[in-house]
Structure formats: structure tokens, C-alpha cells
């Protein structure tokens, strides 16, 4: 079982549409996630970041984490063309420099 | 601009060459780190140098080897290539040593794109 878990997709939503992105992992010891985005044949850059447990916002973009269940998600509100792009989670524990990433899930929005 | 750049972008080779990828980071980071990226968009973490220490060696073949001269750079050279080592890789960096819940995020470059044949 991989440390973290994410569905490859590819996931396609109408313009408008709410997109839901979520992660799993089995390391307890995970304090801090992150979501990247990353268009074709761009590096990835950092969405959001959150530190422990519960959520946060930033413009049509929200992260949260479930550290009980060991869950966490994106939601995408009013999803536009130009959010179609690869979205990786990622995390890691304090005291290591060690980032473990998902597979990435492609997501497709159309006009 | 203030950025992690790396060169070249596009690499394409031989099997059996030697090549080297060069990677600068102006952002005052001082971990930085190499990671490759299979065709299925996968990242797995190969090295990272702190403050030009070697902190994380993955379980990455001895024709790869980092160098870092400084904190603002890293190389990876790799010897004897082989058709997979095709693949992206990419530099990063972050700032260590922040207080707890401080935004030790990674920061990437473009990636340098080899395909050898």
C-alpha cells in the first residue's frame, strides 16, 4: 500500500461544476499538506498548504483535513476551463525534508 | 525573477551517455532537492542537500550523483544512461528550520525533460 493514495482520474466536470480532489494516507505522523497544480509540461505549483487538522480558504480554492480519518481534500468552486490541470496532494511529517506526493488526478473542465 | 530555474529544459541522448542537469534557486532556500516524474505524473524524491549536506540519498542507482557547491545550487549527473532514465526531472528547494506550523513548503522548477533513446 502506497503511503498516500489518489485517484488518477481523469475527472470531467462542466464549467461551473464543483470539483471535488481528495488524498489518503496511512502515516499518522503527517502534519503538513499541501495541493499542487500543474499544467502540461509546467512544473508544480503550491495552491494551498495547511498545517494539522481543519480547513482553509483561499478565493474558489478550500482545502481541508480530516486527520482522523486520515482524508484530505480540494474543492474547485465555480470551476473554469483554466483549472484543468494535474492536482497533487502532498505532505509530510515535522522533522523529516521528506515530501511524499499522490499520483496526481487530471482533472478536465469543459467550456 | 525570483525562481528555482534549471538547464537544460529538453535533454535527448543516447544510451550509455553521460549528461548533467543544472539547477539554481535565488529564493534564499536552503534544502533543495531532486525529484524525477515517470510518465504517469508520479513524483518520487531522489536526493536533498541541506545547506550542501546530503539528507535524503532514496534508493536511486550510484550512476546518479547530486552535487551541490552551494545552498542556491544542485546538479545531478548521470552516467551510463539508460531508456529509463527517460523521464522529468525536476529541482527544488524550501526553507527548513521554520517554526512549527511555518510554511516549509517545496518550490519547483520547470522541470528538464530527458528522453534517451
Known amino acids: 500500500q502506497k503511503e498516500v493514495e489518489q485517484d488518477p482520474g481523469p475527472l470531467s466536470v462542466p464549467e461551473g461544476a464543483i470539483v471535488s480532489l481528495n488524498c489518503t494516507y496511512s502515516n499518522s505522523a503527517f502534519q503538513y499538506f499541501m495541493w499542487y497544480r500543474q499544467y502540461s509540461r509546467k512544473g508544480p505549483e503550491l495552491l494551498m498548504y495547511t498545517y494539522s487538522s481543519g480547513n482553509k480558504e483561499d478565493g474558489r480554492f478550500t482545502a481541508q483535513v480530516d486527520k482522523s480519518s486520515k482524508y484530505i481534500s480540494l474543492f474547485i468552486r465555480d470551476s473554469q476551463p483554466s483549472d484543468s490541470a494535474t492536482y497533487l496532494c502532498a505532505m509530510r511529517t515535522s522533522g523529516t525534508y521528506k515530501y511524499i506526493f499522490g499520483t496526481g488526478t487530471r482533472l478536465k473542465v469543459l467550456a | 525573477d525570483t525562481a528555482v530555474s534549471q538547464t537544460p529544459k529538453y535533454l535527448v541522448t543516447q544510451m550509455g551517455n553521460d549528461k548533467s542537469i543544472k539547477c539554481e534557486q535565488n529564493?534564499?532556500?536552503?534544502?533543495m532537492y531532486w525529484y524525477k516524474q515517470d510518465s504517469k505524473k508520479f513524483l518520487k524524491i531522489m536526493f536533498s542537500?541541506?545547506?550542501?549536506?546530503?539528507?535524503i540519498n532514496e534508493t536511486v542507482p550510484n550512476r546518479f550523483s547530486p552535487k551541490s557547491p552551494d545552498k542556491a545550487h544542485l546538479n545531478l549527473h548521470i552516467n551510463s544512461l539508460e531508456l529509463g532514465d527517460s523521464a522529468v526531472y525536476f529541482c527544488?528547494?524550501?526553507?527548513?528550520?521554520?517554526?512549527?506550523?511555518?510554511?516549509?513548503?517545496?518550490?519547483f522548477g520547470a522541470g528538464s525533460r530527458l528522453t534517451v533513446l
Open positions: 542537500y541541506n545547506n550542501k549536506e546530503l539528507i
Open positions: 527544488a528547494s524550501s526553507q527548513e528550520g521554520l517554526p512549527v506550523g511555518g510554511a516549509n513548503v517545496l518550490t
Open positions: 529564493l534564499g532556500h536552503d534544502t
